[in-house]
């Protein structure tokens, strides 16, 4: 996800303080990965270089001064372009996971072991995000039926590969 492009998008309902921007999206986006505030800032600082943001404010607070920064016209044409363009599908053709089976083919370690192990990871993260989408709201159902689409495609490609470690253990080792 481009963190430019999303605070230029959540920018472009109110002008906002940093903090807020990183509040936001922490709550909207950041649920499994929150983001650090060095992080927020820096993006701040690019999108001002770059004139898609200016600050709007500066207010004394507590500590340091706050900037309110507010998207410009550059940013919200940035903004919809970003959102216009499709995002690249991303085929996972050289996964970890596919290079540990042949590693462990070629090592004489168990590959079946290996494929098992993942196998219950992967169901223990899907009775995970079964929970949260079971807890959450709207938004948090939706990523989590994201993610769990994704897991189910990977045990499927489990269980074909565990199907066939035969046939790739004479490729790999011929």
């Given at each position: 996800?481009?963190?430019?492009?999303?605070?230029?998008?959540?920018?472009?309902?109110?002008?906002?303080?940093?903090?807020?921007?990183?509040?936001?999206?922490d709550?909207?986006?950041?649920?499994?990965?929150?983001?650090?505030?060095?992080q927020?800032?820096?993006?701040?600082?690019?999108?001002?270089?770059?004139?898609?943001?200016?600050?709007?404010?500066?207010?004394?607070?507590?500590?340091?001064?706050?900037?309110?920064?507010?998207?410009?016209?550059?940013?919200?044409?940035?903004?919809?372009?970003?959102?216009a363009?499709?995002?690249?599908?991303?085929?996972?053709?050289?996964?970890?996971?596919?290079?540990?089976?042949?590693?462990?083919?070629?090592?004489?370690?168990?590959?079946?072991?290996?494929?098992?192990?993942?196998?219950?990871?992967?169901?223990?993260?899907?009775?995970?995000?079964?929970r949260?989408?079971?807890d959450?709201?709207?938004?948090?159902?939706?990523?989590?039926?994201?993610?769990?689409?994704h897991?189910e495609?990977?045990?499927?490609?489990l269980?074909?590969?565990?199907?066939?470690?035969?046939?790739?253990?004479?490729?790999?080792?011929a």
């Amino acid at each position: 996800m481009s963190i430019g492009q999303t605070f230029l998008g959540l920018l472009e309902a109110t002008p906002r303080h940093g903090y807020d921007i990183k509040r936001l999206y922490d709550e909207r986006f950041g649920h499994a990965r929150p983001l650090a505030y060095g992080q927020v800032y820096a993006t701040l600082s690019r999108l001002l270089r770059s004139g898609l943001v200016e600050v709007e404010a500066v207010e004394p607070g507590e500590g340091p001064e706050r900037k309110r920064y507010a998207i410009t016209d550059a940013g919200v044409t940035d903004v919809a372009g970003w959102l216009a363009r499709a995002e690249k599908p991303e085929p996972y053709l050289q996964s970890t996971l596919y290079t540990k089976v042949v590693l462990a083919l070629l090592t004489g370690r168990s590959a079946a072991d290996l494929l098992d192990v993942q196998r219950a990871e992967h169901l223990r993260m899907m009775r995970e995000l079964t929970r949260r989408k079971r807890d959450g709201d709207l938004a948090e159902q939706l990523i989590c039926d994201h993610a769990l689409f994704h897991l189910e495609a990977d045990l499927r490609w489990l269980e074909l590969t565990a199907a066939r470690l035969d046939e790739l253990a004479k490729a790999v080792l011929a």
